[in-house]
């Protein structure tokens, strides 16, 4: 119904930024909240942040507050993350996932599609 593809993770340096983007296709409600996260190894996956697509709300983690930003694009059924001070500890792989309830935040099961990550390494 809906499928997600993110783009624009690579190697960057400490303190370097990176813009990631999710590009969104298929059925969506004017409701729907997109979020950001992010999985190390041998951590869980963690909220990044998400957008409320109606009305451009965002929530961000503790961890990159004031240095990730959540945007869209609806021309292009897009949202981005802009990562700027990356830190090595933001190594990871990012996920962009979609809850077409509009519901969801910082939880996992709250969002029904995912996107199939993109590998984002930053070096000290």
């Known amino acids: 119904q809906v499928q997600l593809v993110e783009s624009g993770g690579g190697l960057v340096q400490a303190g370097g930024s990176l813009r990631l983007s999710c590009a969104a296709s298929?059925?969506?409600?004017?409701?729907?909240?997109m979020g950001w996260f992010r999985q190390a190894p041998g951590k869980e996956r963690e909220f990044v942040g998400a957008i409320t697509w109606s009305n451009m709300r965002t929530n961000y983690a503790d961890s990159v507050k004031g240095r990730f930003t959540i945007s869209r694009d609806n021309a292009k059924t897009t949202v981005y993350l802009q990562m700027n001070n990356v830190k090595p500890e933001d190594t990871a792989v990012y996920y962009c996932?979609?809850?077409?309830?509009?519901?969801?935040?910082?939880?996992?099961?709250?969002?029904?599609?995912w996107g199939q990550g993109t590998q984002v390494t930053v070096s000290s």
């Open positions: 996932a979609a809850d077409l309830m509009g519901v969801g935040v910082g939880r996992t099961e709250d969002y029904e599609y």
């Open positions: 298929g059925r969506t409600f004017s409701t729907y909240t």
